[in-house]
């Protein structure tokens, strides 16, 4: 693999854990409580209405959380309840002000944090078997201390808690309805896209982890296998991740038919839209999507603080029509729901299919030979922070197209196009790569390029291959993250294809070289759904 490759990947590394460290730290993961007595109520309490309890949990793992009940709440269990886990490496205060909010509305809302964080009791098994019957043992929790109804059960939550509420709703057929906020569905397609492991994603979340928790043995060595690229352990990785994805369990949400809403950003970096919308397509209960500008849950961030916040207030719909039976016309409105990272207008159609109707192939003619293991100066950014300024300042990573060094750049063009374009969907890549090394990685980018030849990212997406015979063709067919982004008229679309980004750990032997090639028989192209507005 490389000297080079592996000290950029330390680099990567390093870089990302110092930011964590550097922040605003916590302190050392704290110590494992002690188990307490089930649903013993804490003796502080922030209002009348809040109360801060312990739950026991799978296996008698005690679980932190607070409770918040509608005003004036009595005993005849005529309220719907929502449960919220925590997010990934947040306290249980996390959705204290949604929380309030939803019981002023009549909702019993229970929130907690997840095993292995904080001050809850266990490890982190990373909404693992006992995550998974962590939830149903809240409900019950609910059901048996609170005016909850059972027949009203809802869980919704923001990344690690929209996971496991997910997950939650293939096994406990008592949630009918969940709202998904910037998680997951497809775990590996989510860290381990393209074959390509998501460095600066998974060292951010290794690193909360360890800061704000406890870690299981397992998933110290799965992490440890991760970022050290053992191959010999691919197939175990790929296992412990499916059995955390709810697209495993995808026929027993169905069969359970609870009524699913997924939002998440187009620029997330951690749970890349692809894998969701590809969830949403397999689905065939009550579902909605969205999508808006941003990454990581920097979607619902202002939300969590109290602040007017559109993902939550479709949460807020999804789960009022579905446990309340409030007649909002959200079961009469088109169900997928997408934000233009360029405009900032709501755009809504009838299923995913229909956002990328119209597809326009950009032929990728010619021979193109680059080196491996330098980065160009093409990148997809650094996470949470690049696609954060695209959302709030629109200021997406950028190259100059012309001074990318074509030794270690493949580019190619569209021509200008003479009216405004609009990119709505997903891109795909087929091509046709000849390595000298058996092993390799790529990383493919689309540009939106201006008359001056400055380019603004589209999208991107890795690709890792093994195994090939070196001098040998084969086809590469890769799908870029989907986005929704407008090319200005007299600009033009660019793919640019090089080999290392400080995303990725790139898989590039010393000496390496690759050659994109195009022919009759087996054109390449890259297909982009795009269409004149």
């Known amino acids: 693999m490389g000297q080079h490759r592996h000290a950029l990947r330390t680099t990567a590394i390093g870089t990302v854990s110092a930011a964590l460290l550097a922040g605003p730290a916590v302190g050392a993961a704290p110590a494992a409580p002690t188990a307490q007595p089930q649903a013993r109520a804490q003796a502080q309490s922030t209002a009348a209405d809040v109360r801060f309890v312990d739950i026991e949990g799978d296996g008698g793992t005690v ?232 990454d990581h849950a920097t979607a619902e961030g202002t939300g969590l603080l109290g602040l007017p916040n559109d993902a939550w207030t479709s949460a807020r719909r999804w789960l009022d029509h579905h446990l309340k039976g409030v007649d909002n016309g959200v079961d009469r409105e088109q169900p997928v729901r997408i934000k233009s990272r360029s405009t900032g207008a709501y755009e809504n159609y009838p299923d995913w299919k229909s956002v990328a109707a119209t597809e326009r192939k950009i032929g990728l003619g010619g021979s193109k030979r680059i080196s491996a293991n330098i980065d160009s100066g093409a990148n997809g950014g650094v996470t949470i922070l690049s696609s954060a300024l695209d959302q709030f300042a629109k200021l997406p990573p950028m190259a100059s197209i012309p001074l990318l060094p074509r030794l270690f750049a493949a580019v190619w063009q569209s021509e200008r196009y003479a009216s405004e374009q609009q990119i709505r969907g997903t891109a795909r890549l087929h091509t046709t790569v000849t390595s000298t090394k058996e092993s390799g990685t790529l990383v493919a980018y689309l540009y939106d390029v201006g008359p001056l030849g400055l380019g603004k990212l589209v999208s991107s997406a890795p690709y890792t291959f093994h195994g090939k015979s070196p001098g040998k063709p084969f086809a590469v067919d890769l799908e870029l993250f989907s986005t929704a982004y407008d090319v200005p008229a007299d600009h033009r679309l660019a793919l640019v294809v090089d080999t290392v980004d400080p995303l990725y750990i790139e898989h590039n032997p010393s000496g390496a070289q690759l050659t994109f090639s195009s022919s009759a028989a087996d054109p390449s192209y890259l297909s982009v759904p795009l269409r004149e507005k």
Not at 180 to 193: F, H, N, P, Q, R
């Open 63 to 294: 679980l932190k959380a607070n409770v918040v009940t509608p005003a004036g709440a009595d005993d005849s269990r005529s309220h719907p309840v929502i449960v919220l886990p925590t997010s990934w490496a947040t306290p249980q205060i996390e959705y204290l002000a949604q929380a309030k909010k939803l019981a002023d509305s009549g909702y019993v809302v229970v929130s907690y944090n997840a095993r292995g964080f904080w001050q809850s009791g266990g490890y982190i098994e990373v909404a693992g078997p006992a995550d998974i019957a962590d939830a149903s043992k809240v409900i019950d929790w609910a059901l048996a201390n609170t005016p909850a109804d059972p027949g009203k059960v809802g869980m919704a939550g923001v990344s690690y808690g929209a996971g496991i509420s997910l997950l939650a709703a293939a096994h406990d057929k008592r949630i009918k309805a969940v709202a998904a906020l910037s998680g997951w569905a497809d775990l590996v397609e989510s860290i381990y896209s393209g074959r390509t492991q998501h460095v600066q994603a998974t060292a951010l979340l290794t690193g909360a982890g360890y800061l704000t928790g406890r870690p299981s043995k397992e998933f110290q060595q799965i992490t440890a296998d991760f970022f050290s690229s053992n191959l010999a352990k691919e197939q175990g990785l790929i296992d412990w991740g499916k059995k955390r994805s709810p697209i495993t369990y995808l026929d027993r949400i169905n069969a359970n038919g609870a009524a699913i809403m997924l939002g998440n950003a187009w620029g997330d970096t951690i749970f890349p839209p692809n894998q969701y919308a590809d969830f949403y397509e397999k689905l065939t209960g009550p579902k909605r999507l969205e999508f808006r500008p941003g």
